[in-house]
Each structure stands twice: as structure tokens, then as C-alpha cells.
């Protein structure tokens, strides 16, 4: 995939592999042994664990400490209060993940204003100005991830059917970016197909919606659910109820990449690349407390994942061997294939 969006203020990407440091600049980060603290949406999710191991690895190979993980579990309060305390802590910079928009922009510009360096992580809430606010964003190209999840929904839906979003309720300029994008190639490549929306406040909300969705809208023959999570949430609610419906989602998740290996209701993934996306932020990070310029805007292109590339994707995206548990259903189902085939 290549890099379709642009960023918050309408800025070009600088793709992520450009953002190096040089022999000379890594030595003179390692001499200052920086000090680093993350705070995250939430440290729970197989895409935050991925990002944080691609932040500590790579700070790690710089002698730069990371001090701290913050978890907000989602609470706006949450963050603004570690926010508030790091501005006065002995760290050197931040990087963080800010939930929703203007509550937290004020929060995010204090701690700049304290002296540390901050890089954002997807989101630049609104009034936040590139080398003012902040030294740059970090981010998968969410808008290419929309467009490949209505690509790979619109093969299972009929002439003159409806597709659901299945929607975050929270101003987050990543998943808005994403539905977006859905809509757009929905309207470009599919004018028949009509499109209805549901939206979550919080995680356990995405079942309900799910189904609110089938119940509003009978001719639904499938759903984009705008992250991992919340599309499997949707997948049991939809199971309980026995009900079966395409979805294409963001983020190769574990459970998502067992589903799509069970030739389940998962049938495509535009899936980020948090490992590398978490490294990146690391260098972008060290780049700016360096005094280096680093672009407002840096980019990472993300993955089209179908069922009958699951193991390989994994690899690719997790940097780590596929578990057990999706190769043999991976295995299981290709044999119910070559058995349905034979009769």
C-alpha cells in the first residue's frame, strides 16, 4: 500500500524509513542518555503492546531510558492528569496518543511549554501547531487503511446492498480518517451500495451498535469496523444472536487474525504496522531532542491482510513466528477446502 493521506494540517508524509539518525548523532544520543516517558489510549490492545516494544527496542539501542507507560484506559482525566505530573517530572520528552481533541489540547501544549519535547502518535488535537505544540506526528496512514478495508468489504456486498460503519463516538482524528476514506472509495467504486452508521462511546458498546445496525437496516451485508476491537466485540454479539456478516476491520489483532484464519466473519485487515510505527516515533523522538528538524508529519503505509495470507502478514507485522493456534486453523481450513473441492 502506499501513503493516500494527508496529515492533520493537510501536510505530505515524510515516510517513517526516511527518519534515520547518523553514526555521529546516535553516539551524541547515547552520550546524553535521554529519559522518555509513553502515555497510550490504553496498554491492553495487541497494536499498544506492539507500538511500545517498537518504542523500547528501538530507544534502547540509543542508551535512552523509558521511564514510564501510562495507561489512561481511555479516560480524557486520566490524561490530563499524567500530563500535568510529567510536565513537572525529570523526563526529557513525551510521547503520546491523545484521546479525543480539544479536552486534552491544552494539556499537551503545558507540557511543551515545560520544556519537553513531545511527539504525538496519530492524533493532533485541534489548535496544536507542528513545531510549536509539538515536534511531529507519527502515524499509519490511516486514510489508505479505510480504502483498503471498503476494497476488500465490497466483494461481499450485492448489487444494491448496504455496508455499516461501525463508528468511534470520540473525536479521534485516525478513525475519522478511516471512515473517511471508507465512504469515499464507497462513492467513487460503489455508488449503489448505501451506507449506514453506528457509533460506540466505549469498547462495550460495539456489540450493541453491531446489532442495532442489522436490526435498523435488513438489506446490511456487511460491516467496517473502524479498529480490531471493537470488531471483535461486534463478531460474538453477531454470533450470539446467530447472525453471520462480512467485516473488514484496522489492525491484525490476535483474535482478528484467528478469525480470519477460521474463515470466520473477518474477511480482510488494513492492518498497521505498530512495531515499526513505535520505532519510528522512538527516532523521531531522539531526532528532536537532538535539535534536528524532524517533518510534522511522518507516515507508514499499511498492509492489506486476507484470510489466505494471515501467517505471512503476521510475521511481517508482529516480527514474530504466527502462533500455533492460527497455522493449524489455517491448515484445518485449507483441508476443508481441498475436501469440499474433491466433492
Known sequence: MSIAGLGPHGERAVPAAQIQLTQADAAQARARRFSIAVVLHTTTSDWSKQELAGIAATLGLYSAALVEVVDCNFDVELQVAALARLAREPVDAVISIPIGNARVAEA???????????????????????????ASVVSTDNFGLGQSCAAMLSTHIPQGGAAGILGYGIDFFATHEREIAFRKWMGNHRPDVTIVRERFADLEGAGPAALAMVEKTPALSGIFA?????????????TQSGMDMPLTTVDLGNEVA??????????????????????????????????????????LAGREVTPSDVIEAYQVIW????????????????????????N
Not at 108 to 127: C, E, F, M
Not at 327 to 342: E, F, L, P
Open 319 to 342: 516480527h514474530l513466528p504466527a502462533p500455533k493456534a492460527i497455522i493449524d486453523s489455517v491448515r484445518t481450513a485449507m483441508s476443508a477446502q481441498v475436501q469440499d473441492a474433491g
Open 226 to 238: 473502524v479498529w480490531d476491537v471493537p470488531a471483535m466485540k461486534a463478531v460474538r454479539a453477531l
Open 108 to 134: 499537551h501544549r503545558t507540557l511543551t511549554q515545560s520544556g519537553r519535547k513531545l511527539v504525538l502518535i496519530d492524533n493532533a488535537p485541534t489548535g496544536m501547531l507542528p513545531g510549536t505544540d509539538y
Open 258 to 299: 484467528l478469525d480470519m484464519a477460521r474463515r470466520g466473519m473477518i474477511k480482510g485487515v488494513g492492518a498497521q504496522l505498530p512495531y515499526d510505527q513505535g520505532s519510528a516515533a522512538a527516532r523521531v523522538t531522539l531526532a528532536a531532542l537532538l535539535g534536528l528538524p524532524v517533518p510534522p508529519w511522518v507516515a
